[in-house]
């Protein structure tokens, strides 16, 4: 079924701050015919941390990269996780404990946990003037 997947960088401006997300360096597209493709949905990295997001009753959504207007990209398995970038946030601090090792490495092989501040967002506001995508396409 086809579902509408929100860059992260709009859902940053839509939150009005800093976003984190995880996502899956093995999945990444690549045009390498000697490297396997792989199955986003069945990457066991991210089963995992889904699974543990819905029994901590975090919410989450599937999130596309930072917006491009010269490239378009597949979904390669990103999520963002709806908690708030905030050192001092209890949840936060659950989502970061699971994902992180305590000096800032990644705990589950195969996923990478980051943020993207606001301010970084900021540069593709264009983007959500209505319309903005309907003429890019119109110009392809």
């Known amino acids: 079924m086809p579902q509408l997947i929100e860059h992260i960088d709009a859902?940053?401006?839509a939150k009005a701050r800093d976003v984190v997300f995880v996502w899956f360096p093995e999945c990444k597209l690549t045009f390498d015919p000697d490297r396997p493709r792989c199955d986003w949905e069945t990457h066991p990295a991210r089963v995992n941390i889904i699974e543990w997001l819905d029994a901590n009753l975090i919410a989450w959504q599937c999130c596309?990269?930072?917006?491009?207007e010269d490239a378009l990209r597949s979904y390669d398995g990103r999520i963002y996780i709806d908690v708030p970038f905030d050192l001092a946030d209890p949840i936060y601090q659950k989502v970061a404990a699971y994902l992180e090792n305590p000096d800032g490495t990644t705990r589950i092989p195969g996923a990478r946990f980051e943020c993207l501040p606001l301010s970084r967002a900021l540069r593709n506001k264009h983007h959500d003037v209505p319309g903005f995508w309907e003429?890019?396409?119109e110009d392809l």
């Open 64 to 68: 596309a990269h930072f917006a491009s």
């Open 135 to 137: 003429k890019w396409a």
């Open 11 to 13: 859902i940053s401006r």
